[in-house]
């Protein structure tokens, strides 16, 4: 048997070196354990830099698609981008935008937040202090009506003006008054903050109507269906539903559908294609448009055109984009005003 010579006894240590370098190097977490890793990342051609887009989940089809939407708009831009989903946890969320600042990788944030207020500092002060542009969209921070000093820019459509028309378009379909519940997402976000003040300022002006519940979910259909089966048994006079989101109203009609309570009307906030389906069977009475594609590519756009040193608007309101027909809100009557212009876009 022939000895090994030094020169190959070297050269196989150093094959077993760079193998077990190679092993250790991999990701050694487990599924959906490490929260602070991005869910999904896409690179652009142009080089633009990279960016971050933090969404507050992606367990239904708006947050979905604003997924697919900061990806493409991205690449168009020649922008590198990962994506975290927040998960509805405000706590998640924010060791997501913690952990991605101490990496010093990203030049701007694209970030949907769960908890406005506890992400206030942080995105407001802590983040630009860093040299990284945050753009907010969707729910605004630190309690502010649209746009934080601190930050770049704010792409919303569900500030609290939004929700007193919707409130005041309710109340005006019966003028006589009635009893109404309201099914919102979760109790710290922005949206379900922005619900509340507007029923809280304009129930004083309607004597009429009285509010019997508002109640926090996090946007699940099986959800909102035991919430709105709650709400039909112990009110049998209950005249109106308002549903944040259709993802939820689903569950909703399908709680009155149960109870034969065909007397209870349904407003939806989302104007998702069921949503048109059901305005138009006459199953809801009306929903409002939500823009999830324009939405997350305004604020990509901001970040690109901030970065090549162009003016950037403070507040982009999602209610007066072009894609709409001069209003947000579908009837049965203007329905044929949207679809011409291609929505639902989810």
Same mark, same amino acid.
């Given at each position: ?29 487990? +599924? ?147 009893t109404i519940a309201v099914i ?72 009155i559908d149960a109870a034969k309570r065909d007397d ?63 209003? +947000? ?18």
């Amino acid at each position: 048997m022939k000895r090994l010579s030094a020169h190959m006894i070297a050269g196989i240590a150093l094959l077993v070196l760079v193998f077990a370098t190679s092993a250790c190097s991999g990701n050694s977490s487990s +599924p959906g354990a490490a929260s602070s890793e991005p869910s999904g990342s896409s690179e652009g051609a142009g080089g633009a830099g990279k960016i971050a887009y933090f969404s507050a989940g992606a367990s239904n089809a708006y947050l979905q698609k604003g997924l697919e939407a900061a990806e493409s708009k991205a690449k168009e831009l020649g922008f590198e981008i990962d994506t975290f989903d927040g998960r509805f946890d405000p706590l998640t969320q924010l060791n997501q935008i913690q952990n991605a600042v101490t990496t010093g990788k990203y030049k701007g944030f694209v970030v949907e937040p769960v908890d406005g207020n506890q992400l206030c500092k942080v995105l407001s002060k802590d983040v630009p202090a860093k040299g990284v542009a945050v753009a907010i969209i969707n729910a605004t921070l630190c309690g502010s009506p649209d746009w934080q000093e601190g930050t770049l820019t704010y792409v919303g459509g569900q500030e609290v003006n939004v929700y007193k028309e919707i409130v005041n378009k309710i109340f005006s379909d019966k003028p006589e008054g009635g009893t109404i519940a309201v099914i919102g997402g979760p109790a710290t976000g922005g949206p379900y903050l922005s619900m509340k003040a507007a029923f809280d300022s304009e129930l004083p002006n309607h004597p009429e109507w009285k509010l019997i519940g508002m109640h926090a979910t996090t946007y699940t259909a099986n959800e909102a269906f035991q919430v709105a089966q709650n709400i039909l048994q112990a009110n049998k006079n209950l005249d109106v539903i308002f549903s944040n989101y259709s993802g939820m109203t689903v569950g909703v009609v399908k709680a009155i559908d149960a109870a034969k309570r065909d007397d209870v009307a349904v407003y939806d906030f989302g104007g998702d294609k069921w949503a048109f389906d059901s305005v138009s069977s006459g199953k809801i009475k009306s929903t409002v448009v939500m823009l999830p594609v324009e939405e997350v590519q305004h604020a990509i756009q901001a970040l690109y055109d901030s970065f090549n040193g162009k003016e950037v608007e403070k507040y982009i309101d999602l209610t007066k984009d072009p894609i709409l027909p001069g209003t +947000p809100f579908v009837y049965k009557d203007n329905m044929a005003d949207f679809t011409a212009k291609g929505l639902p876009e989810y």
